[in-house]
Structures are given as structure tokens and as C-alpha cells.
């Protein structure tokens, strides 16, 4: 008797088109990082439905399927944290209140927001490409800024990511030369949708 074969639904990419606008990060930079993000979608379904593909063969234990598997991190993390880095942005940006549960969240990890800032910005400053991440923990609901190299190495099991910054040299290259990481940083911070952050809060 025929198997039957298992189809996978594919994921799709999200629409950010309402982003073109922010302040010192050019439209040309966003359609760039729009196209990139696509293609980490466009794997990530890839990798899905090859994975069903082998383990349907009956080839799970070799040595294709594990250098898949293997890339999962690299593929879904990729596609995730552009949807969180995107998501966290809007033309215009937004004022961080003291008084918000994001100003409140911030100040009871770090004492005041000024001192998390200067850690948010020294760790995406951090030598080689990633992101910067202020991630909850979502058993002591404690905030902490945290560097993941390329998309995978840094996640934290079960951690909420609440603020995303992308530091990958695509994300300012067409705006700022290499050295000037820190003034596309600025520029991020400038277009932070703060309430898109609250909302990622863990209560
Ligand atoms: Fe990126």
C-alpha cells in the first residue's frame, strides 16, 4: 500500500512595507533587509519540507538529515527575529515612559533606563554580526540584554524577546560605513515602537 504523503503548509512572510520612512535607516536599506528576511522564510519552508521529504525515504539517520536538522537555528532564527526586529520599529519612532510596564520592567532590572541604554548600545556595538537582544526571563519575569552571534548562538531557552535590534552589516551598510555602527544604533533607537514592546511583555 501507497503511503500517503505528508504536505507541508508553508509559512508566509510577513508584509512590512509600512516601515519605509524611519529616520536615518533609507528605504533602500529596508527593501534590502525585506528581501533577505524572504529568503529566510523561503528556507525555512525549504528545510520543512525536505526534512518530511528523508524522513518519509526512511532516510533520517544520514548524514543530509542531520546537516538539516543542524540548520534549523540558523533558518528559523533568521526568519523570527527579522519578524521581532521589524515588528519593534515604526516611522517616527516612540517616547520610553518611566511610568509604562516597559519603563518600569527596564528600571526594576537595570535602576534607571539611561543605565540599560548604555548596555543595549555597547552590546550591539559588540565586534562581528548579530543581535542585540533585551530578553525576559519568563520565570522571575527579570530583564537582561543579551548578544547572539549570527541568528542562533545566545538564544536562551524559553526567553522573551522584547526589544530586537539587528546588527548584521546589511542592516546599515547602504547608511553607515563599518565604523559607524554606533550611529545606525542611534537611528534604530529613534524608531523604536515602544508600545509594540510592552505588548511582548510576559505578565
Ligand atoms: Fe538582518
Not at 28 to 43: D, Q
Not at 97 to 111: D, P
Not at 142 to 153: A, D, G, K, Q, Y
Request: aromatic share 14%; proline share 3%.
Amino acid at each position: 500500500m501507497l503511503q500517503q504523503k505528508t504536505s507541508y503548509v508553508p509559512y508566509v512572510a510577513q508584509d512590512y512595507a509600512h516601515l519605509k520612512g524611519l529616520t536615518g535607516i533609507s528605504d533602500k536599506t529596508l527593501e534590502v533587509h525585506f528581501k533577505l528576511y524572504a529568503g529566510y522564510v523561503t528556507n525555512t519552508n525549504t528545510l520543512n519540507q525536505k526534512v518530511i521529504e528523508l524522513t518519509e525515504q526512511g532516510k533520517s539517520g544520514t548524514p543530509e538529515y542531520s546537516e538539516l536538522k543542524r540548520r534549523y537555528g540558523f533558518e528559523y532564527n533568521g526568519m523570527r527575529l527579522h519578524e521581532y526586529y521589524f515588528g519593534n520599529l515604526t516611522p517616527g519612532g516612540s517616547e520610553l515612559k518611566e511610568s509604562s510596564e516597559i519603563g518600569k520592567a527596564i528600571i526594576a532590572t537595570y535602576g534607571s533606563i539611561e543605565t540599560w541604554k548604555n548596555d543595549f548600545f555597547k552590546v550591539g556595538a559588540m565586534r562581528g554580526v548579530g543581535w542585540a537582544v533585551l530578553f525576559q526571563d519568563p520565570f522571575t519575569k527579570v530583564l537582561s540584554n543579551h548578544w547572539i552571534t549570527l541568528h542562533e548562538e545566545g538564544n536562551i531557552a524559553g526567553f522573551q524577546p522584547l526589544l530586537v535590534m539587528d546588527v548584521w552589516e546589511h542592516a546599515f551598510l547602504l547608511d553607515y560605513v563599518p565604523a559607524d555602527r554606533p550611529k545606525y544604533i542611534e537611528a534604530f533607537y529613534s524608531n523604536i515602537d515602544w508600545a509594540a514592546v510592552e505588548k511582548r511583555l510576559l505578565k
